[in-house]
């Protein structure tokens, strides 16, 4: 137990105990429909946020096809539910992707409902206590309304929706926006696969207006970026690589690199909720607990 923490610490590369800073932003990425971009958004917002020295954890709770583990090119082989389940440690399923920057294989939540009453709570919490010291946490969420995906969304600091210009899309997305806001009066948007600034400017301010016309509850939506429809992002994903680090001067990264900038200013100035748990174990429990 005491080396299985030893090995996390190494990993996570984080400071003695005396000083954890148990500071975790929690950053939720989601869409209305699937492919829209999500889990390639997520890694390379995850590796620019790395590059820039914080500790950063992505955690994929969406277990399906072409997900983190293959956009990062990285083999995991058991998740969350087995830590809960205590078949394995937090250690054994975590992966370092880089310096700074560690795969957390999630669950959708589904399953960890089925089994909640044969978690071993005490032990899995003191493993998380080896994460203190992550800056960010961002989540890769599945595509759709459902109410895991809900929970994940509720519990986040940020939520950012991601769409493309298609119209099913953008329905889909409106759709979560919706009810997202019953928890988050603060809602971020990310339209990619967009032809220009002009152009993802023209849908956010359509969706913003039906927004604001149907959906009360004092909801604040944000265009924090866009990203352009390129081939050069379509190949990395092909190859397994992160277009951030393949193409860093690239348009596409440009854009990645502004909305990392946009978010860490937002969240610079934002007056967090005091007296929670803001570790990795906190925000479990809290999730948790509302299952
Ligand atoms: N800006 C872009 N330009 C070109 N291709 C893109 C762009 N963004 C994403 N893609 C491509 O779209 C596909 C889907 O991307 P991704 O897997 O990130 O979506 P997702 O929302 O996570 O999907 P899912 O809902 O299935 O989890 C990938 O093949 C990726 O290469
Ligand atoms: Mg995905």
Do not use: W
Request: with cysteine.
């Amino acid at each position: 137990m005491q080396n299985q923490a030893n090995r996390l610490q190494e990993i996570v590369g984080n400071s003695s105990s005396a000083n954890k800073n148990k500071n975790t932003k929690f950053i939720a990425i989601t869409s209305g429909k699937g492919g829209v971009g999500k889990s390639t958004i997520s890694a390379n917002m995850a590796n620019i946020l790395a590059e820039n020295g914080y500790r950063v954890a992505l955690f994929d709770a969406d277990i399906g096809l072409a997900n983190l583990d293959v956009i990062l090119n990285v083999r995991i082989d058991k998740n969350m539910l087995h830590v809960l389940k205590g078949e394995c440690s937090l250690s054994d399923i975590i992966v370092q992707v880089k310096k700074n920057l560690i795969l957390i294989p999630g669950e959708s939540g589904d399953e960890i409902l089925k089994y909640s009453e044969q978690f071993l709570y005490e032990r899995f919490f003191q493993e998380t206590s080896a994460l203190d010291d992550l800056d960010f946490v961002i989540i890769d969420t599945g595509a759709g309304i459902g109410d895991h995906i809900q929970l994940f969304l509720e519990a986040a600091d940020e939520v950012i929706v991601v769409t493309v210009p298609d119209p099913a899309a953008i329905t889909d997305a409106y759709a979560t926006i919706k009810i997202t806001s019953k928890s988050q009066p603060n809602i971020h948007m990310i339209l990619n696969m967009t032809k220009n600034e002009r152009e993802a400017q023209l849908i956010f301010d359509k969706i913003n207006k039906v927004a604001m016309a149907n959906i009360g509850g004092g909801l604040k939506l944000n265009l924090i970026g866009k990203l352009p429809e390129d081939k050069i992002i379509a190949k990395s994903v092909k190859q397994r690589t992160l277009f951030t680090n393949d193409a860093p001067n690239s348009q596409a990264s440009m854009d990645m690199k502004k909305i990392v900038n946009n978010l860490v200013y937002k969240l610079e100035r934002k007056v967090l909720k005091s007296g929670m748990d803001r570790s990795f174990g906190g925000f479990f429990k809290r999730l948790i607990e509302q299952f």
